[in-house]
Antibody, heavy 120, light 107 residues
Framework: EVQLEESGGGLEQPGRSLRLSCTAS????????MSWVRQAPGKGLEWVAF??????????DYAASVKGRFIISRDDSNGIAYLQMNSLKTEDTAVYYC???????????WGQGTLVTVSS | DIQMTQSPSTLSASVGDRVTITCRAS??????LAWYQQKPGKAPTVLIY???TLESGVPSRFSGSRSGTEFTLTISSLQPDDFATYYC?????????FGQGTKLEIK
């Protein structure tokens, strides 16, 4: 059974950093691209960051709203995707979901989400 | 970036009703469109991909269609479990973008 479990969320002050983890199981993690999608309280879904599988280059891409501040990475040996969030802003407050992009390019599995609150 | 315009934002309906939600892309995305269902406090789950292909395990009362850059999600006969928020998402190119969402409420 495919499972994605996020961790690392919490309360942090503006300007500080936080690292989210997504621990995967039930599939060959290294074969899949992974993304982070966030949802601000009471709002819609926003794609944040993406990392390809290493066989396909391991390249990354970011939403304009986080480019230069967030870094996505992966540890295929342990089945973990990370989102390093630097220079946090209050508008980064959201539930952050880890998602798997399958071979047909849509998000077929999502984690349960982890809440990040940025506030002084 | 490709903009996805979803309507309506809220829809009130009754059990047994047929409902349609529409999503329009700002440019051609071929059929690279997915529909997701989200219930309060839960992660989204995929219903339909490639505009009209039903994800495994999803009830057949859900269907999707495409006409040019306009996409529709239809629920043929609403069940109590279907009251939720629905999102379209284009995956033609990054940045992947979502519609604003449609909250389906009980009338």
């Amino acid at each position: 059974e495919v499972q994605l479990e996020e961790s690392g969320g919490g309360l942090e002050q503006p300007g500080r950093s936080l690292r989210l983890s997504c621990t995967a199981s039930g599939f060959i993690f290294g074969d899949y691209a992974m993304s982070w999608v966030r949802q601000a309280p009471g709002k819609g879904l926003e794609w944040v960051a993406f990392i390809r599988s290493k066989p396909k280059g391991g390249t990354t891409d970011y939403a304009a709203s986080v480019k230069g501040r967030f870094i996505i990475s992966r540890d295929d040996s342990n089945g973990i995707a990370y989102l390093q969030m630097n220079s946090l802003k209050t508008e980064d407050t959201a539930v952050y979901y880890c998602t798997r992009e399958n071979d047909l390019y849509y998000f077929d599995y999502w984690g349960q989400g982890t809440l990040v609150t940025v506030s002084s | 970036d490709i903009q996805m315009t979803q309507s309506p934002s809220t829809l009130s309906a009754s059990v047994g009703d047929r409902v349609t939600i529409t999503c329009r892309a700002s440019q051609s995305i071929s059929s690279w469109l997915a529909w997701y269902q989200q219930k309060p406090g839960k992660a989204p789950t995929v219903l339909i991909y490639k505009a009209s292909t039903l994800e495994s395990g999803v009830p057949s009362r859900f269907s999707g269609s495409r006409s040019g850059t306009e996409f529709t999600l239809t629920i043929s006969s609403l069940q109590p479990d279907d009251f939720a928020t629905y999102y379209c998402q284009q995956y033609e190119s990054y940045p992947y973008t979502f519609g604003q969402g449609t909250k389906l409420e009980i009338k």
